[in-house]
């Protein structure tokens, strides 16, 4: 069957949580855009409690070139932006945020400059000479700074002259970039970088100025966990990607349960009479403890446990964590009173020999992943 004259599309993808009261306003001027393009938009809700969703389904009744993606039980930016960019139908693709600070109209100069230089990616960047920004406090504007310093340094070199990895503004060719993005984490930090750490160096790419306006309504959505993400980026950058995001995130919560556990034990050390070997399980069950709570909270937020489920699951971890705090006793033990009376290389040992299975099975049995 012949498919005649194929229909020029340009896909728009647009993350939404609590956006009520931007997202028409922005949709209206994207149709307004006059290009040589048919419009496809894309809206990936992640179950917003203020009715975005629902005012986003009654609107593409009316107007059929609106697609919604209703998430329940998954969430994040990568994984939204990802799951809209899969679902286009576009050869063009674009990923606007949906609080209205990006200028639409900015998307008919990102695309002149992708065909007019033969790019793979354009991004809107807020850092270059001729931007405006007036949507980031001075606080903002540092952060983004560190943030896109410690980036650059952990990427390829041919993306070196780039000023803005985090930004949320990207046009991008589906045929070049489409293998990259079926690979990104969707636990990931920001689309744009892991699509930059993914490639290693093989996209063309360049930057246009952005006006970067204010937020009229609604609030950042950056907290803990989105510095806690980049974080685990950089960390899985620089390692090359060789343990999963979530090992690393794991691994890192674990590094700070070293920190309670040998801070528990020389507080009890100095305030008590009593002898190493028998503070050490009190130790490793306040280490335990905490490393639930804060994989609860970053690692598997995806999965968060709340209300009873919360403690089932603090019960389940410690069951599961019940024969490597045992083994993490009987090691540290061991080789306090066979190898060394360093007590700082006996808990070591211990926690060391310990962490594949408490990531494993924990994974598993307490968080369902």
Known sequence: MSLGNTIKILSIIIPTFNEHENIIKLVNQLFQLEMEYEKEIIIVDDDSHDGTASLVREYSKVDRRIRLISRFGRSGLASAIKEGILCASGDLIAVLDADGQHEPTTLLTAIEKLRNDSLDIVIGSRFLNKSIIKGLTSKRKSGS???????????NNSY?????????????????????????DVNGFKFLYELLSLSKGKLKIMEIPLFFKERKFGSSKLDLAVVWDFLISLIH?????????RAVSFALVGSFGVIVQMTTIYCLLALTALEFETLLPI??????????????????????????????GLMKFLIVSSLPIIANVGIASLFYNQF??????????GIIVVFIWNYAASSKVVWNN
Request: no cysteine.
């Open 145 to 155: 700074s560190i943030a896109n310093y410690l980036a650059r340094v952990s990427l």
């Open 160 to 184: 070196k002259d780039l000023t803005d990895f985090m930004s949320g503004f990207i046009l991008l060719k589906r045929d070049a970039s489409i293998e990259f993005i079926k690979q990104i």
């Open 237 to 245: 950058t620089f390692s090359q990607r060789l343990m999963p995001r």
């Open 283 to 312: 130790g490793v069950i306040f280490a335990a403890t905490s490393n639930f709570i804060i994989n609860n909270a970053l690692t598997f937020r995806s999965n968060k446990l709340k209300g009873l489920k919360f403690y089932i």
């Open 340 to 349: 060394s009376a360093n007590t700082f290389l006996s808990q070591l040992a």
